[in-house]
């Protein structure tokens, strides 16, 4: 069975970056599409973007330019780095997997909580 | 970016009750329509894809319709264990976008 479980510390302060790893069990992401998403407190949620099988990535322009999605196929994990963060990206964190692109999330982690706070 | 206007927010029903949850895209998303159920505590999961194709391991009790703009989730004979928020997410277009949510709770 596909389990995905998120990892990283729950607490970022503004301006520095943010860091989690998703490990991946059951199923190698060399195959398919691996994504994060994100929660808001109010339940507003965020697909941030995506790494594929092949390593390529894409991400929601919203982020562009602070995200970055990156794998270690040895240890069948994928990253997520978002820089300069603000209070504003203060949310619960979900990896994910699909089948091809944007396809539905059929597998999803527990998700972790990352606060934004000084 | 595609727009998803949920409704309600909130509904609360009874045990047994059929209840109706509706998403509202901005464009046409040609029927590319999920819908997911998070329970509290929990991660979401994937209760119907394509718009009206149940997910493996899903009661069918849980349906999905619509087309073009205007989809609906249906559960018939509500139990205790649906309390959950759910929430729709077109993926027609880049980005994925989500509902804001429904919370359904019991009477």
């Known amino acids: 069975e596909v389990q995905l479980q998120e990892s990283g510390p729950g607490l970022v302060k503004p301006s520095q970056s943010l860091s989690l790893t998703c490990s991946v069990t059951g199923y190698s992401i060399t195959s398919n599409y691996w994504g994060w998403i994100r929660k808001f407190p109010g339940n507003k949620m965020e697909w941030m973007g995506y790494i594929s099988y092949s390593g390529s990535t894409s991400y929601n322009p919203s982020l562009k330019s602070r995200i970055s999605i990156t794998r270690d196929t040895s240890k069948n994990q994928f990253f997520l780095q978002l820089n300069s963060v603000t209070t504003e990206d203060t949310a619960t964190y979900y990896c994910?997997?699909?089948?091809?692109?944007?396809?539905?999330?059929?597998?999803w982690g527990q998700g972790v909580m990352v606060t934004v706070s000084s | 970016d595609i727009q998803m206007t949920q409704s309600p927010a909130s509904l609360s029903a009874s045990l047994g009750e059929t209840v109706t949850i509706e998403c509202l895209a901005s464009?046409?998303?040609?029927?590319?329509l999920a819908w997911y159920q998070q329970k509290p505590g929990k991660s979401p999961q994937l209760l119907i894809y394509?718009?009206?194709s149940l997910n493996d391991g899903v009661p069918s009790r849980f349906s999905g319709s619509g087309s073009g703009t205007q989809y609906s989730l249906k559960i018939n004979s509500l139990q205790s264990e649906d309390v959950s928020i759910y929430f729709c997410?077109?993926?027609?277009?880049?980005?994925?976008?989500f509902g804001a949510g429904t919370k359904l709770e019991l009477k």
């Open positions: 394509y718009a009206n």
């Open positions: 464009e046409d998303i040609y029927s590319n």
């Open positions: 997410q077109q993926n027609y277009d880049s980005p994925p976008t």
């Open positions: 994910a997997r699909s089948y091809m692109g944007i396809t539905p999330f059929d597998y």
